[in-house]
């Protein structure tokens, strides 16, 4: 099946520090996530983005296909956006999303 | 608009038992999916029901099943309760092809 790597696995920022999340998959997809998961377990939807680029607020994320990774861009960070970040794919009529195993992210203030 | 709404919140049982969990995807939505995490094995992929039908099914014993109602309304049955399967269950609501949803989960615990 499918495989997908994220990384870095953990980071820790200072506030207003930037970071790069980076989500590599093995096969091509159809669809792409990235969620953040709150410390009460709850899965929020950052983007939908199978290809291209898309931007909200301080995050923005981008997806290349044909080179099969993606790219979660945090731009000054702030404590709150601690947390789980996971990106998730799935693959054309696969029915089937597969996450990745996740980075954690700990902002400090 | 209504979001994911699972239930119950939290569940305690007991070995052996069996327990159903409840997912109500967002109005309009025909798929729902179900996942399990767990701090050793991340997120998991248990079975998609879209329209009443299964559609797929991750690698989970037989203990698990699921089953959609007309209205969308999904459940998930797990019968014989192992104390591996304290977990969080996450449910996701999408139209099948695109963005999927997910509700607050259900945090099981088998003692």
């Known amino acids: 099946g499918i495989q997908v790597e994220q990384s870095p696995p953990d980071l820790i920022l200072q506030e207003g520090a930037n970071s790069t999340l980076r989500c590599n998959f093995s096969?091509?997809?159809?669809?792409l996530q990235w969620f953040h998961q709150n410390p009460w377990g709850q899965l929020i939807n950052l983007f939908y983005?199978?290809?291209g680029t898309k931007q909200n607020g301080r995050l923005s994320a981008t997806t290349v296909a044909t080179e099969r990774y993606s790219l979660l861009y945090i731009s000054s960070s702030q404590t709150t956006d601690s947390g789980v970040y996971f990106c998730?794919?799935?693959?054309?009529?696969?029915?089937?999303?597969?996450f990745g195993a996740g980075t954690r992210l700990f902002v400090k203030a | 608009k209504a979001g994911v709404t699972q239930t119950p919140r939290y569940l305690i049982k007991t070995r052996g038992q069996q327990v159903t969990l409840s997912c109500s995807p967002i109005?309009?939505?025909?798929?729902v999916s179900w996942y399990q995490q767990t701090p050793g094995q991340g997120l998991q992929f248990l079975f998609e029901?879209?329209?009443?039908?299964?559609?797929n099914k991750g690698n989970f014993p037989g203990r698990f099943s699921g089953r959609q109602f007309s209205n969308s309304r999904s459940e998930m049955n797990v019968s014989t309760l192992e104390l591996g399967d304290s977990a969080l269950y996450l449910c996701?609501?999408?139209?099948?092809?695109?963005?999927?949803?997910f509700g607050q989960g259900t945090r099981l615990t088998v003692v």
């Open positions: 996701a609501s999408g139209d099948g092809n695109t963005e999927a949803f």
């Open positions: 096969d091509s997809v159809n669809n």
């Open positions: 983005i199978p290809s």
């Open positions: 998730a794919v799935e693959r054309l009529r696969g029915f089937k999303t597969i």
């Open positions: 109005s309009g939505h025909r798929s």
């Open positions: 029901y879209f329209s009443e039908t299964q559609r």
